[in-house]
């Protein structure tokens, strides 16, 4: 992908080509879902939701929500535009920064997003890694809003992996993608979001949503 300097034509074409091959391929995945009370719930209560998901995982799970509004946050270099044009020709809102480089900025648009009744998709691990390790900046937006987080996982019949630090999952044609996820976890709005028992809990909900969406492929 671009690096920093990338000239804007290439961005611009790099995203065109992204988004149209995604829509190619995700127009042959097969989806099931499965663990999504709570989702349903909350949405049907009006409560918007703050969604984790590891960024290698990023792809299927965008197809899949694709249309919905939900607001992403996308990291601010040049592959970070590519992935915000794709992301929003597939219908969502995107919010720049990291937990990096422009994070408080980042966070204000964050909790905006929840206090206006849209649901946000984070990585927690993104942009730069470790893989799935959880930093804290979506505890904090749901802890700060009340709002309820959610981790959301994957299990993909084939795929191909980049050699990136996250080894970044593009679902081959016609896979079948099981899409499933945790228990909401509800944050007390006077506790440390950034404690290692928070970050914890929210490790816990990750290995859940994963487990699950390896557990149904079963099913």
């Known amino acids: ?17 992204g988004g149209w091959l995604v829509r190619l391929l995700g127009a042959t995945w097969r989806y099931s879902v499965s663990y999504d009370e ?14 984790a998901l590891w960024h290698g995982q990023l792809l299927p799970l965008l197809y899949h929500h694709r249309g919905q509004g939900v607001a992403v946050l996308i990291s601010e270099h040049a592959d970070g535009e590519i992935i915000a044009r794709i992301a929003t020709s597939l219908g ?17 648009g964050l909790t905006r997003v929840i206090e206006d009744g849209g649901d946000l998709a984070v990585t ?3 942009p730069r890694g ?12 749901a ?11 994957v299990h993909v019949s084939g795929s191909w992996r980049l050699k990136s630090w996250d080894r970044f999952q593009i679902p081959r044609p016609f896979a079948t993608i099981c899409v499933s996820y945790s228990d909401a976890v509800y944050l007390e709005r ?15 909900a990750m290995s859940l949503a994963e487990s699950r969406a390896d557990g149904s492929r079963e099913r």
């Open 124 to 126: 927690p691990d993104g």
């Open 143 to 153: 802890g700060r809003t009340g709002a309820p987080m959610i981790g959301a996982a």
């Open 190 to 204: 006077n506790s440390r979001h950034d404690s290692a028992e928070t970050i914890e809990t929210m490790q816990r």
């Open 1 to 17: 992908m671009p690096g920093e300097d990338a000239p804007a034509w290439r961005v611009v074409w790099a995203a065109r080509l």
């Open 130 to 141: 470790p893989a799935k390790s959880f930093a804290p900046g979506a505890a904090i937006v």
């Open 92 to 108: 969502y809102r995107t919010v720049r920064g990291s937990t990096s480089r422009g994070a408080a900025r980042a966070l204000i």
């Open 38 to 51: 709570d989702v349903a719930r909350s949405r049907a209560d009006g409560n918007p939701i703050v969604f």
